[in-house]
Nanobody, 126 residues
Framework: VQLQASGGGLVQAGGSLRLSCAASGRIFEINAMGWYRQSPGNQRELVAQ???????DYADSVKGRFTISKDKAKNTAYLQMDMLKPEDTAVYYC?????????????????????WGQGTQVTVSS
């Protein structure tokens, strides 16, 4: 399983960016997809996550500005970031919790693992 992230870049405060994260490989089911971010000197924090039932969670700092969505057929999640602020500057990491099937004796076992994509830089200038 691999996660391929795209998007990000440099934008002025108040601007918008969109991140994409596509999962590929021997996927049985995706339980959740989302983004974390990390800025220098800070811990990695959850930005937004969408679950298999389409419920979404957001960090308080991005509520009302960021919107997460997904295309289940494409195993892809999107993060639309509007009204960006300088404090949104960070490396954004795509994350997914994915179920895969593993042969075991005469049956298939289901494994659940966390996967990470490469980080993508988001820089918001004031």
């Amino acid at each position: 399983v691999q996660l391929q992230a795209s998007g990000g870049g440099l934008v002025q405060a108040g601007g918008s960016l969109r991140l994409s994260c596509a999962a590929s490989g021997r996927i049985f089911e995706i339980n959740a997809m989302g983004w974390y971010r990390q800025s220098p000197g800070n811990q990695r924090e959850l930005v937004a996550q969408v679950s298999s039932d389409d419920s979404a969670d957001y960090a308080d700092s991005v509520k009302g500005r960021f919107t997460i969505s997904k295309d289940k057929a494409k195993n892809t999640a999107y993060l639309q970031m509007d009204m960006l602020k300088p404090e949104d500057t960070a490396v954004y990491y795509c994350h997914a919790r994915i179920l895969t099937l593993r042969p075991s004796s005469d049956k298939m076992d289901v494994d659940e693992n966390d996967y990470w994509g490469q980080g993508t830089q988001v820089t918001v200038s004031s």
